[in-house]
C-alpha cells in the first residue's frame, strides 16, 4: 500500500533553511507527480509546491516563489523541499501526496516552526 514518511522538519530562526525529505513506497514512484502541502494551526491543508514525474517541471504557490525549491530523485523514490529565507507565516506541518491521487492516505507529516 501507499506509504509516505515525511522528515526534516524542525524549528529554525526566521530568515533561516531547512530542507525536508519525503520517502514514497507502494507505487511506481517515477510514473507520478508530487505535491508538497502544508496545515497550519486552525487553517485547511494547501499545496505548497508540485513536480512532474520526471522531475521536469515544477509549480509553486505564490506566497513561497523563489524561497522553496521542489526536487525528486527518481532512484530513491523521494522527493525534496528546500525552503530558504523563511517566514513566521511559512509554520506549519508540511506532508507529501501523490498530486492526482487525492484519496491516498496522508503521512504523519514533519513540522516546521519558524521563530522570530
Known amino acids: 500500500q501507499v506509504q509516505l514518511v515525511e522528515s526534516g522538519g524542525g524549528l529554525v530562526q526566521a530568515g533561516g533553511s531547512l530542507t525536508l525529505s519525503c520517502a514514497a513506497s507502494?507505487?511506481?514512484?517515477?510514473?507520478?507527480?508530487m505535491s508538497w502541502f502544508r496545515q497550519a494551526p486552525g487553517k485547511q491543508r494547501d499545496v505548497v509546491a508540485t513536480?512532474?514525474?520526471?522531475?521536469?517541471?515544477?509549480t509553486y504557490v505564490d506566497s513561497v516563489k523563489g524561497r522553496f525549491t521542489i526536487s525528486r530523485d527518481n532512484a530513491k523514490n523521494t522527493i525534496f523541499l528546500q525552503m530558504n529565507s523563511l517566514r513566521l507565516e511559512d509554520t506549519a506541518v508540511y506532508y507529501c501526496?501523490?498530486?492526482?491521487?487525492?484519496?491516498?492516505?496522508w503521512g504523519q507529516g514533519t513540522q516546521v516552526t519558524v521563530s522570530s
Open positions: 513536480i512532474t514525474s520526471t522531475g521536469g517541471g515544477t
Open positions: 501526496r501523490r498530486t492526482r491521487k487525492p484519496a491516498d492516505p
Open positions: 507502494g507505487f511506481t514512484f517515477s510514473d507520478d507527480a
